[in-house]
């Protein structure tokens, strides 16, 4: 099907999750690990304003640029890497087939 992706999202015990996301429903990284019931809380809805949804991006895929909302939030957020991205902010697109994930800690 060209409406489902592979990503890979590796949990907090670093215990990686294959995981089908849909391409056509509009979702981001954030509601396909909540749909999955892996732990990633989305306390904002998915506006950038909490970072439960902090993850670092694993693989070489090219995502867009942070807009300034998610780089104040990332600013403020426990354990920034270089590759810290919002899941809330990641939308499910078939060039991220393969996308490898890494929940960051939380505090």
Do not use: W
């Amino acid at each position: 099907m060209d409406d489902i992706i592979k990503i890979t999202v590796i949990d907090r015990e670093d215990v990686p999750h294959e995981l089908d996301a849909p391409t056509d429903m509009a979702m981001n990284l954030m509601e396909v690990c909540r749909s999955y019931e892996l732990p990633v809380e989305g306390i904002c809805g998915g506006m950038a304003l909490c970072a439960s949804c902090h993850c670092y991006v694993m693989s070489d895929h090219e995502l867009h640029e942070a807009s300034d909302d998610e780089e104040n939030m990332l600013d403020q957020a426990f354990f920034v890497e270089d590759n810290s991205r919002l899941g809330c902010q990641i939308q499910m697109k078939n060039e991220l087939d393969g996308l490898v994930v890494k929940l960051a800690p939380v505090d």
